[in-house]
């Protein structure tokens, strides 16, 4: 049953709850707990002049924490914690999981867009602090660039390692979704009975497993076949940048059927998808047309949304891809075609 102070956002039905048994009551308070040690470290930069704490933040990442003498306590307690590697780190699945995925070269980059960004769209809880930043149209690119970006530096070899791009961009994230909870918060216009907190821990384990689990099972139904080994690397990459990230470590799967559960538990209790999750999808969908300057341009931007649409209809399946406002496209054969392809590269 849910509790009082549950989120309205949380949809425990008599189907989750036959599939998940008590599994949601531990579930659901996460939906309220946040991220301790990056909110202190904000809240201390929030005392400086500005600029000044993410210049020691710069600095302690590229030189160690105790290499910055002016460092607060709150950002030497960050580092305390994102410098331990936990002994379950293996790191030579760590750089398996990243090639496993960068293999994937372009369908890796569709499926990153068009599957993993659209379903975090479609929580109509998860998708608030999107919304919240406001200016949906303009703000697509940006976020689609800044998420290729961060995927790509943490799936490169030794890019989760301490002096790598992907941890130094995985700790950046980190206090940046503090700053975010802290200007949401300071706005009055948060409502956590209904949302639960902004950019909680339950939202944050649900982006690692879109960029895992969800993208493997988008692998699977365009017939790129990747080995269950392989599977379990990727999961164990961004187990890894779960951590790093903020995640409780109760919270994190620590395989790839444990992270399929996990998966399917928040998919069954998050509700349906509403109006802002269409504005989001159509704001990403449209952003190439809205960019062009020429009739040219625009009939390509025409002719790859299409393409786009149609992958993204495949692997999402039609009745969510309606839910969302996905376009029906004509590129009859671009999925049958990108599955051939997929089956000859795998």
């Not at 949401?184 to 409502?191: F, L, P, T, Y």
């Not at 080995?227 to 409780?248: F, M």
């Not at 002719?303 to 399946?317: D, E, K, N």
């Given at each position: ?5 549950t ?11 036959r ?41 302690a ?24 590697v ?54 697509a690119?940006?976020?689609?660039g ?5 995927v ?29 909870r ?8 948060w ?35 990747i ?14 940048v ?18 399929r ?18 504005l989001?999808?159509s ?21 790859l ?42």
């Amino acid at each position: 049953m849910k509790n009082r102070t549950t989120p309205a956002r949380f949809q425990d039905t008599a189907e989750a709850r036959r599939r998940f048994g008590d599994r949601l009551d531990r579930l659901a308070p996460f939906l309220l707990r946040v991220d301790p040690a990056a909110d202190a470290v904000v809240d201390a930069f929030a005392s400086m002049p500005p600029g000044q704490g993410f210049r020691l933040l710069e600095a302690a990442l590229a030189r160690g924490v105790d290499a910055v003498p002016d460092a607060p306590a709150e950002l030497r307690a960050l580092f305390a914690a994102v410098d331990h590697v936990p002994l379950w780190v293996d790191w030579d699945a760590v750089d398996r999981g990243g090639t496993t995925f960068l293999r994937t070269g372009m369908l890796g980059g569709i499926l990153l867009a068009m599957q993993a960004l659209i379903l975090g769209y479609a929580s109509p809880g998860g998708n608030k602090p999107l919304v919240f930043s406001g200016r949906l149209r303009e703000q697509a690119p940006r976020r689609l660039g800044e998420t290729s970006r961060f995927v790509h530096a943490v799936s490169l070899a030794g890019g989760m390692r301490r002096s790598g791009e992907g941890f130094a961009i995985t700790v950046k994230v980190r206090v940046m979704h503090a700053q975010v909870r802290r200007l949401i918060r300071a706005s009055g216009r948060w409502k956590t009975e209904l949302w639960g907190e902004p950019i909680n821990q339950h939202d944050m384990v649900a982006t690692a497993l879109l960029f895992s689990v969800a993208v493997l099972d988008g692998f699977d139904k365009l017939g790129y076949h990747i080995p269950p080994a392989q599977k379990e690397d990727l999961v164990h990459l961004w187990r890894y940048v779960a951590h790093v990230i903020g995640v409780e470590q109760e919270l994190i799967p620590g395989s790839y059927a444990e992270a399929r559960r996990l998966a399917e538990m928040i998919y069954a209790t998050q509700g349906a998808p509403d109006n802002d999750s269409r504005l989001l999808v159509s704001a990403l969908l449209s952003h190439g047309i809205n960019s062009s300057w020429t009739e040219r341009q625009r009939r390509r931007a025409e002719q790859l949304l299409a393409i786009f649409c149609s992958v993204s209809r495949s692997v999402l399946g039609e009745d969510l891809a309606d839910q969302l406002g996905v376009p029906r496209q004509s590129s009859l054969l671009t999925v049958p075609l990108l599955r051939a392809v997929a089956a000859a590269s795998s």
